[in-house]
């Protein structure tokens, strides 16, 4: 997908803010609906009926959902909320492509638990906040948080769905008014599944004005531009389809000036499937934050062992101190150089974490009682590039039966990292598969990489023989800080 010069902005934007831990999501309805949960109005269809009500003449569904309630009480309401939400197991792309990418803090109006199951999905820890009791504990070490401001399906009494319900949410949900103005103060939200014509919008639009007054910080939702293929109805004359998609269209204009008021900056697209691209690239652009380095060397030629050595750490050093985060396998005369140079950057600057700077994943060295050696390793090396964006391959051989071979382990490293879309860049003067995969992708740039002359002209750099450490290092980052760019 070619994405527009908005679109641009504000997936550089967002990454931004998920980088520096300051990104959160708000998911409307529609985050579900898009996998198979019914919408508000179906939610409300046979209610309506009882009622003697048609639920498509109707625009006021709170109101369907009260006069329901003040006839029949509450049991039907519940039942609908309960059954109607729990028979989808598993989130949308959507879902997971946020799961993934390290936002912490998700507010959501839903009843289902798609949220939560995908983020516990990517082995996260989550905290739930669902009743005004949840404020009271807290997990630690948790990897997000949910707040459920509108209740869950498992305890339907309690879900924000009557006009009773919203007319007393700040007396009795004052906890959620109160954490929902920190986070809006000091975060970022992205709005996901708001249709804008959803009936819970105008009571959050309306909170988030009143809490924030005019100190609103600038948050983003996606909104679907009025289309004249969506005014073709057979029945009516070309003139009226035309005078209805103007209208709609005007009055589109009007909504996002109007949210503008609330700091919500709309994000056009023409088809809800461009969401999932602009999410994906948002993962992408994350992604190439951590660097895998793939590497083992029984042998360091064309370096001498201690200038291979001098070569690794200062590489992983100035890795480190660009605030890119390491992940190693651990790799046979490569891994304890590659953390020392992280470490050793942690200990210079005092750094927060090293957490933050380096994952070690190091191999399994005994089969499981379902898994050859070999088909572990394998499964290791998948989980280990599928957190990467970008891949550097160093020397790359080993010592089989008395002789030096090339390492056929970096070499599926190599064939992973196209499977997954992580960027590889052989550094070629160190020789072994390192020179074998430089020649490779030298004889085809543009098959492995985005089409970027300065970006072409680092790579190449990389298997000069008469290159300097420095300049080899200078070239790396250089090259690493164009992907982060294109």
């Not at 291979?308 to 985060?325: F, G, P, Q």
């Not at 390492?407 to 160190?430: A, K, N, Q, R, Y």
């Amino acid at each position: 997908m070619e994405f527009t010069q908005q679109q641009l902005a504000f997936i550089n934007a967002f990454v931004t803010e998920i980088n520096n831990g300051d990104a959160a999501i708000f998911a409307g309805a529609g985050f579900s609906t898009s996998i198979g949960f019914v919408n508000w109005k179906e939610l409300l269809r046979d209610l309506a009926e009882e009622l003697k009500l048609d639920i498509d003449k109707e625009h006021d569904l709170l109101s369907i959902a009260q006069y329901h309630f003040n006839k029949f009480k509450r049991g039907k309401i519940n039942d609908k909320i309960k059954n109607e939400f729990t028979t989808l197991k598993e989130g949308s792309e959507n879902h997971k492509i946020l799961a993934r990418v390290g936002i912490d803090t998700f507010w959501t109006t839903n009843y289902d638990q798609l949220i939560e199951r995908t983020l516990e999905a990517e082995g996260k820890t989550v905290e739930r906040k669902i009743r005004n009791e949840d404020f009271s504990s807290n997990i630690k070490k948790k990897n997000a948080i949910v707040y459920k401001m509108h209740g869950d399906k498992d305890s339907p009494d309690e879900a924000v769905l009557l006009k009773d319900d919203y007319e007393s949410y700040n007396d009795k949900k004052e906890l959620f008014s109160t954490a929902l103005r920190g986070d809006l103060l000091s975060k970022t939200f992205l709005f996901i599944g708001f249709s804008f014509d959803d009936p819970n919008l105008e009571y959050i639009l309306s909170r988030i004005r009143i809490l924030l007054k005019d100190n609103t910080p600038t948050h983003f939702c996606f909104f679907r531009e009025v289309s004249v293929d969506g005014f073709n109805d057979p029945n009516k004359s070309e003139a009226q389809n035309n005078e209805e998609y103007v209208y709609a269209k005007i009055k589109q204009e009007l909504k996002i000036e109007d949210l503008r008021r609330y700091g919500i900056h709309a994000i056009m697209i023409k088809k809800y499937p461009e969401i999932t691209s602009i999410l994906s690239e948002i993962e992408k652009r994350i992604k190439r934050r951590n660097i895998f380095i793939s590497g083992a060397a029984h042998d360091y030629s064309p370096f001498t062992e201690e200038n291979a050595i001098k070569l690794l750490h200062n590489l992983s050093y100035r890795l480190a101190e660009k605030e890119y985060k390491i992940i190693s396998g651990y790799g046979l005369g490569v891994g304890s150089t590659i953390i020392n140079g992280a470490l050793d950057f942690k200990l210079n600057s005092h750094y927060k974490s090293l957490d933050d700077l380096l994952i070690l994943r190091p191999f399994p060295q005994i089969s499981s009682d379902t898994l050859s050696l070999s088909e572990m390793r394998t499964e290791y090396r998948r989980e280990m590039i599928s957190k990467a964006g970008i891949a550097l391959f160093v020397f790359g051989n080993k010592l089989n039966g008395g002789d030096i071979v090339n390492s056929d382990g970096m070499l599926e490293e190599f064939d992973i990292c196209l499977e997954h879309h992580v960027v590889p860049i052989p550094i070629g003067l160190t020789g072994a598969v390192s020179r074998v995969l430089w020649d490779k992708v030298m004889s085809n740039l543009s098959a492995y990489y985005p089409d970027n002359t300065d970006l072409f002209d680092a790579i190449g750099e990389m298997g000069r023989t008469d290159i300097s450490e420095e300049d080899l290092i200078k070239n790396i980052i250089k090259a690493i800080n164009i992907l982060q760019k294109i």
